[in-house]
């Protein structure tokens, strides 16, 4: 049985790494950076938002910026016709 992130690679989703900048609540004036990794659905980052809106309630620390990079893992330039057989010996 196929493991689920593969599963989820054929599905459309992309490996996301995401920076957040938020302000510290006990020191206001200091940005922290949070940096992680999931798998989400661009361009309109479900996981994504649905983290942000999760911080937004949940966490003290203001967020001040979200910075995104996205790479689908699959996707049809990784196949290739093959034009001949190698032999060995």
Not at 39 to 56: I, M, V
Not at 57 to 79: C, D, F, K, N, T
Request: hydrophobic content about 45%; proline content about 6%; glycine content about 6%.
């Amino acid at each position: 049985m196929a493991h689920s992130d593969f599963l989820m690679q054929l599905e459309g989703y992309g490996l996301s790494t995401i920076e957040i900048h938020y302000f510290m609540s006990d020191h206001p004036r200091l940005l922290q950076l949070f940096a992680f990794q999931q798998y989400d659905l661009a361009p309109r980052f479900p996981a994504l938002k649905s983290f942000l809106d999760y911080w937004s309630r949940e966490i003290e620390g203001p967020l001040h910026s979200a910075r995104v990079a996205h790479q689908h893992l699959i996707g049809p330039s990784e196949w290739r016709a093959v034009d001949g057989v190698i032999s060995i010996h």
